[in-house]
Structures are given as structure tokens and as C-alpha cells.
């Protein structure tokens, strides 16, 4: 999304709106009225301002925890990520693993980790609290989208119980 705000972004700086339908269609159905520049300033900061929010909640990701999204890419020539001598060890024995590449196949990433925990500790709690506002974000999304199918179900099946 951040992509995509930034490209739009590039587009009004360059006067291409083809990428606002509904603008574009507005324009042109009002006698092929132009983007008045104070307009188009205001688009623009509002672009500017959802990116900065959204790099508020999901950062820029670095290398530094690339080895969180998959354990098992880990390049043979250190330096992995800044993590201490052992708990690079420990994360090259993780990446060898044949049974947890199977099993890291299979599973979401979050759950990987969190069974880790006992054989893994610092590198299961960093991966977990690297994770967390992703899974949080999910939750907050998932209930939302449970909250609007039962707000659009219920009014129907009154409607319906009405029609009897």
C-alpha cells in the first residue's frame, strides 16, 4: 500500500490522474475541467500523511530481521542479523534443520516460532515480538469484517422476518 501511495504521489506531481478513476471521470464530465493546484496540494499531503501513518505501524523492514520471515535462508557468510555470537550459532543449527523446514513449511509463521520457544528462546521471544503487531493488526481486521457481516446480515434477516 505504501508503494502505491507513493507512486500516486508521483503521478499528481506529474499531472497523470489515471490512476483516480472517479477524479479523472469528474473532470471530465464537467466540460474537461482541470485540477485546480491547491486541489491537487491537498491530495498530495493527504497521500503523504497515510504514508507516514501506515510507516508508523509497519516500518521499513531491513536484512536485519529477514531471518524472521524465513529461518531457513540464512547466508553460510555472517554477518547474519545483530544478534549475539551464540544466538547466531544457534539460528545456523535452527537453519540446518531438515524436520523444522518441513514443519515451518506447514505451519503460519507465528505459530512456528512460538513452538520454538522451549528449543530456541531468544530467537523465538525476538521473532514473536517482531511478529506481534502484524498479528494484532490481523485480529483488528478480521473482528472488523465480522462486525460488517453482521451488520449487513441482520438488517436483511429483519427485512426478511418483516416480508412474513
Request: proline share 7%; net charge neutral; glycine share 2%.
Amino acid at each position: 500500500m505504501i508503494k502505491k501511495l507513493l507512486f500516486w504521489d508521483s503521478c499528481l506531481k506529474r499531472n497523470v490522474i489515471d490512476c483516480f478513476p472517479t477524479l479523472q471521470e469528474f473532470l471530465a464530465t464537467n466540460y474537461n475541467m482541470l485540477l485546480h493546484e491547491s486541489v491537487k496540494a491537498d491530495i498530495m499531503e493527504h497521500l503523504q500523511q497515510l504514508t507516514k501513518q501506515l510507516r508508523k505501524y509497519f516500518p521499513k523492514m531491513d536484512n536485519a530481521n529477514s531471518w524472521i520471515c524465513n529461518p531457513f535462508k540464512v547466508p553460510e557468510s555472517l554477518p547474519v542479523p545483530p544478534l549475539p555470537v551464540h544466538e547466531q550459532e544457534k539460528l545456523l543449527d535452527l537453519s540446518c534443520d531438515s524436520g523444522l523446514k518441513l514443519e515451518f513449511a506447514c505451519k503460519p509463521l507465528a505459530d512456528f516460532w512460538v513452538q520454538r520457544m522451549k528449543d530456541y528462546p531468544y530467537l523465538s521471544k525476538r521473532a514473536v515480538k517482531f511478529l506481534m503487531p502484524f498479528s494484532t493488526t490481523y485480529f483488528c481486521e478480521t473482528g472488523f469484517s465480522a462486525l460488517m457481516a453482521i451488520e449487513t446480515k441482520y438488517p436483511q434477516r429483519l427485512n426478511a422476518e418483516n416480508d412474513l
